[in-house]
Each structure stands twice: as C-alpha cells, then as structure tokens.
C-alpha cells in the first residue's frame, strides 16, 4: 500500500508544471515535508482479574465492583521528521507522540536532536524523552512481547519518559572501529511525568553503555548488552528521615533520623543495572532469552516505594522519606512455533522494594514503620503471539502474581491478583 502511495505520490509530483509560480511551490513544499513520517499503534483490549477491584500492573487498577473490562490501553500517534544531508546523513530530528485512550490525551514524547556533522560520532537530544536505562524501559509497546513491563520497571522508571537532555555517542559509519558501541549520558528532572514540574534544583544523572547486537559465530546467533545508572535523588523538605535499622524487639524496621540539618539535604536515588540479550536464528523465526537485572536505594514513602511526582504532604505539613535498598529482575523467554507467524512467550519477574526485611518480619503495620509497600512479589508470565501480518496481532497473555507472606492484615497469604490479557493491536 504505501509502495503504491509513494509511486502515485511520485507521479503527481512528475506531472506538476514547475515553470509557474503554484507548481514551484508543490514542488518546494513536497521536497520540505519529504522527511516527515507518521506512524501509531492502537491496543484494544479484554482483561479478567482473578479478584474484583484488584491493584496490578497489568494496565492499571480494576475498580471496586469489576474483576473484567475492555479499554483501549494505548493510542498512539507519532510524527518523525528528519533533515538529510547530501551524504544521506541525518543532521536534525524532530519527534512529537501522543497517547489518546478513554481516559484522556497525553504527550509522550516531545524531543529534537541534532547530529554533529563532522565525525558522525555524536548527537545532542533534549526535550521529553525515555530515560536511557535499561533494555526493558526503552523497548517500545508496540514491539514488546508481553503486554506490560514488569512491575520493577513501571515502579522505577514510571511514565518511562523524562524531562533532560542527553548526550549520545553512536558512529554512524558501519566502517568506524567502535560502530557497535552506543554511550548515552544524561540530566533530567528525576520525577519524570508523574508530576506537572520538577519541585527541586536536583538532577539525575542517567548513563548507559551498550553493545549492540553482534555475530558471535558461523550460525548468526547474535548477542547485546548494556549496563546503565541512575545517580540522583530528592531534596528533603521535611527533617524527618527514616532509614532501615532494628526495633526495640530485634526486629528489622525503619528507624527515624529527625535532626533539623536533614532538611535541604539530598535523600538518594541511585540505580546499577545490567541486561544482556541471546537471540538463536532457526529455520523459521528465531530463539530469543532477554534477561536485566537492577539494584540500589530508592527515596519515596511509607506507603508507596514509586518516586514521588509532586512533595510529598501530609495534613500536619511535609511527609516523612524512606529510604530503603531495593533489588529485582526479569528473564524472559521467546521461541517462534515453526513460522514467524506464532511465537510463545514466557517470562519471570520479581521486585523487592525492601531487601533488608523479609515474610513474617513486615508485622501489622500499626505497630511498625513497615507496610504494604516493603512487600516483595513474583509475577510468572505466560502467553501466545499470533502475526497477521506486520500491521497487526493478536496478544493472549496470563500473569500469575505471588506477593510474600508478611504480618500485615490483608497479606498473611497470597493475594489473589492474577489477570489475563487478549489484546489486538493494529498499526501502521
């Protein structure tokens, strides 16, 4: 279809008179807006919970009376333009997407970028943009196997997109010694687009190394790798600070620093994670295994482990931070079945947003610091991909979900909030 659009495109544009003043202009006006792609997707979808009214992250909360629904997860609509050089190079980018759903239109992303035009080594990109860390945040919905990102990546990386500019070095000639390394290095807000404004003078610093896909022997397995951090954190508005230590019981629980000095400082946000793909070509299709790993210390709430968008505020003033070290992973499988055509889908995740307590140790909240929020969980994942063809497929995925078995009423066992996804998604 669009081989056809672009020859009949090509023909009008043949047929125009360019010795008078309309015709110069349909010329001038084609050749501007040549480099201009629009591209989308669009996910409709039907889910069942296991529970009604369940928290998850397999697209969202259900409401209190619901265990199924049908919503239009994403709907997304993205223009690309590129300037060329006479090398065929592009020296200017311009990206502008948004995401339109039942429940409202956002901005996704919004960003130019400029190449240097010297080396071919370079480029500069600022605006709204995914934060370079990790394989998982900056693979995009529209190609991920499995509906979602897993929990670990949505807490910590949530929107996955941020305010900041980075510096990209990528040689852009197959001929260059280095051309299968990419560093990208970064500032930006930190709070992403959870909040409507940064609310302090705080930068993360975001840096990532990868090698990108490369022949490891006569068969074309092709092997990737990166490792990436986040060094950054929060202004702390209030002096209330706890951190993990021991109660008065020898129990693990949050101990509380309230010196008068803490306000002002910087509480920390520092993440070290690595992530390596192995892709298998076969006759038909391919064996993939993906795997990322992430650890550090996280600064949020009592209740939530999730960096905050706005200060946090109680009725009595500013909310007290907690700080706490976190771990947590993904491993995911993909095996075509005999034709590109159906591909089966299985992937294992955990997040622990609190390593330093454990089960039974988080007890009633009332009685300690800790909550629903230090609870560690384990998602299981399982699912069938069918390609029609390459504007459309049909997603079928199951998620099992375990959190640990803690002390605090409501998570003495398993909670039960699995959810089943059938998705179609069409895009051009």
Known sequence: MF???????????????TTTRLGRGMISMYKHYDALRISGYMQPQFQYASGK?????????????SNNRFMLRRGRVKFDYAHYNKRNLPTVQFVFQFDGTERGVNIRDF??????????????TMGMFARPFGYEVNLSSSDREAPERGRMSQILMKSERDMGAMLTFEPRDKAHPLHSLKIDVGLFNGQGLSG??????NKDLIARVA??????????????????????????????????????NGHPD?????????????????????????????????????????????????????????????????????????????????????????????KYDWYDPNTDVKGKQLSNPLTTHLSMADIRYDTFGFGYVYYFNENMKA???????????????????????????ARLQYSF
Do not use: C
């Open 211 to 248: 090698m990108k896909p490369r022949r490891i022997n006569r068969q074309g397995w092709l092997l990737s790798a990166g490792a990436s951090i986040l060094y950054g954190g929060m202004e702390q508005f209030t002096k209330e600070i706890y951190t993990m230590g021991q109660a008065v």
């Open 196 to 201: 409507p404004a940064d609310f302090d003078s």
């Open 254 to 346: 949050f101990t509380v620093d309230s010196a008068v000095t803490n306000i002002g400082k910087i509480a920390p946000r520092h993440y070290y994670g690595a992530d390596a793909q192995f892709v298998i070509p076969n006759r038909e299709g391919s064996t993939q295994f993906r795997g990322e790993y992430i650890r550090g210390i996280q600064t949020a709430t009592r209740e939530r482990s999730e960096t905050p968008g706005v200060i946090p505020v109680t009725p009595a003033g500013f909310a007290p931070l907690y700080i706490r070290n976190f771990d947590g992973a993904y491993f995911t499988f993909l095996q075509h079945l005999g034709s590109e055509k159906h591909q089966l889908g299985l």
């Open 395 to 421: 997603t079928f995925w199951f998620d099992r979900v375990w959190n640990e078995s803690t002390g605090i009423e409501g998570f003495e066992d398993d909670v039960d909030d699995n959810v089943f996804t």
């Open 111 to 124: 960003w130019g970028r400029v190449f240097d035009g010297r080396w071919d080594v370079a480029a500069l």
């Open 3 to 17: 081989s056809s659009f672009a020859s009949k495109a090509q023909f009008l544009m043949d047929m125009i008179d």
């Open 53 to 65: 009214g369940i928290e998850t992250y397999s697209g969202g909360n259900f409401t209190g009376n």
